[in-house]
């Protein structure tokens, strides 16, 4: 699920430039094939679905239906990163490793970069996103002011739910004071081994003290959905969300098919969130928060540093729609309840909101922080 990364998917035809042999489509038809005889690997098709999505510019990010929301999503990436990033040096940690897992085009290297770390490793199934993100980094290195130092870097293509990361560091020593898996672990609830590979790759190299957090989807809110629909399936205008079956849930397998705006669908898990916090404490991880996108803002937001960088991140619509400007949408009933609170408080000032539809696909996600016990 791609709420937050500033892509889109484009059709086929870039593949000759990256010189890639053999098409994405052929890879999956490749594991349709082989389904018959195994059952299938979604591996592939995710890894294909995010090498396809292609970099848009600002120009064409600002048109996007879902400008704010991804802005938003990314304020909040923003907003735990930063204060995980402050427990951590409070704890007295100096030079600060991150591993980012399922880090996609490279979405947080200016958080990462904002927070002053000293080196991070990036990881993801897919190679062309590792290919740009470690080129999006090498151009923020070069052209970084002369007195700035930047992190150092390791990328890695791996299939995280399956490979064991440590024994691809370059470091063979390096420990973590974070791993930030942002939009990603749902991809390994797929099976109970994946989901163990996935959560080894995330704890085995913390620190004593340190972070695994991330951002997923809340399994609770999205069986509750689908549960109140008459269909096996639910949505709006941006996003929608569909089930093969309803009733009974599986821990591991639960596969739902989820398309937004211009991305196309993409297999997903459900995290029954308390299994993945019984097998977290196989690694000795607790739990220290787990909250919904909704609380975890309403909570931030109070706070004036939060609430300025979420005004430069653009991550709230401005309400009643600016001079000159248009809605994110004209659909009936989108800011019925941003009027509502006008008229019920009797605001006047403009408000910043998100639409109906964009705060259904984001308030299904929760965000979560586990820490290593020493
Ligand atoms: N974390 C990035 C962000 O927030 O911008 C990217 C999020 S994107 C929604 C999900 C990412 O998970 C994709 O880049 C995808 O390739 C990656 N992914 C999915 N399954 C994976 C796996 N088994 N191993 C490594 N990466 C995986």
Known sequence: MDLQTTETVKGGGEEEERGRKRRPEEEEDKEETSSSRKQVDHSVKVASHYNRLQEVGLAARSQSRIFFMRNFNNWLKSVLIGEILEQVRGAGSRQVSVLDLGCGKGGDLLKWRRGGINHLVCADIAGVSVEQCQSRYEEMKRKSHINEKIFSAQFITADCSKEVLSEKLDDPKLMFDICSCQFVYHYSFESEQKANVMLRNACERLKPGGYFIGTTPDAFELVKRLEASDALAFGNEVFKVSFQSKGSYPMFGCQYHFSLEDVVDVPEFLVYFPLLEHMAKRYNMRLVLKQRFSEFAEEKVKKEHHRSLMMKM?????????????????????????????????????????????????????????????
């Open 314 to 374: 653009m991550a709230l619509e401005p309400f009643p729609c600016e001079d000159g400007g248009r809605p994110a949408t004209d659909t009936k009933g989108e800011y019925s309840h941003a009027k509502e609170h006008c008229g019920s408080t009797g605001v006047k000032l403009p408000l910043g909101t998100l639409s109906r539809s964009e705060w259904e696909a984001t308030s299904i996600y929760l965000v979560f922080v586990f820490q290593k016990m020493s």
